[in-house]
């Protein structure tokens, strides 16, 4: 599809844009026929996802900002951010040579700042950080598994609990965790609660600064990866559930732009 404006370097291709579609291209059952171009809409919250611009400030040449602002909402609420990361999940495990379903997975957080948009917030005390905890669950490859955004000032043991308890019965090949040593209360809770096998991963003691981490290193990977969408540089959102479908739209754009490098059945 030919696109009549100017090309900003967020916008999907015509490879990308087919991947997408059957999610995003619900037939309406009843009411008047949509006139608003999605594939523009995703480009849309793609370009505010990378640029860090405000709702507002995206450009003219797209939608008008509250009908992407409406879509990416409808996304969230509907699970459809959700379903993409699983669907494209799939795909680029197959693509790697894997099971479609993880076996393993690694657990860790990241605190990061709030702003003046409100919802709920707290400190936590060891990084100094007022805001929340994304808490992340990703497969060997980085990829994203489960997401839980929460209060910074809620402890690690206990905003792994969300997490696991969201994944709990989703994955049904999932046998053994990996985490550092902050999530040591919760390895029983872990075997008795989702019969998984949590193995702790440990700094090696007298070592200082940067240590590359067994497993570990993936999630911190996968942090970084996130690190390049601006949108994600501070949690912006009133709701954690929007910040949520964020992280979720983040790595749809990473994985679509994956499967693209090759070709697309």
Request: hydrophobic share 40%.
């Amino acid at each position: 599809m030919k696109i009549n404006r100017q090309v900003y370097p967020t916008d999907l291709t015509d490879a990308q844009w087919l991947i997408l579609a059957p999610f995003v291209l619900l037939p309406y059952l009843r009411g008047r026929p949509r006139e608003v171009d999605l594939r523009e809409v995703v480009n849309a919250i793609f370009y505010l996802l990378h640029s860090g611009c405000q709702w507002r400030l995206l450009p003219h040449d797209f939608p008008k900002w509250q009908t992407v602002y409406y879509y990416y909402r409808l996304w969230q609420k509907t699970g459809v951010w959700f379903q993409l990361n699983e669907a494209l999940r799939m795909k680029v495990r197959q693509a790697a040579g894997h099971a479609e379903q993880p076996s393993a997975a690694i657990l860790d957080s990241q605190s990061v700042k709030t702003t003046e948009a409100g919802g709920v917030r707290g400190i936590d005390m060891g990084k100094k950080v007022n805001g929340r905890k994304r808490h992340l669950l990703v497969d060997t490859l980085g990829l994203l598994l489960m997401v839980v955004v929460h209060a910074a000032n809620i402890q690690d043991y206990d905003g792994a609990k969300l997490v696991l308890k969201r994944a709990n019965h989703h994955f049904p090949r999932l046998q053994q965790l990996w985490a550092d040593g902050m999530y040591a209360n919760v390895v029983d809770w872990v075997q008795t609660h989702c019969q998984w096998t949590l193995t702790l991963v440990k700094r090696l003691p007298g070592m200082k600064g940067f240590q590359v981490l067994p497993r570990r290193w993936v999630v911190e990977r996968t942090l970084g990866w996130l690190g390049r969408e601006r949108r994600l540089s501070k949690d912006y959102e009133h709701l954690t559930t929007s910040s949520e479908g964020f992280i979720y739209a983040a790595m749809v754009r990473l994985m679509v732009r994956r499967l693209t490098r090759q070709p697309v059945t």
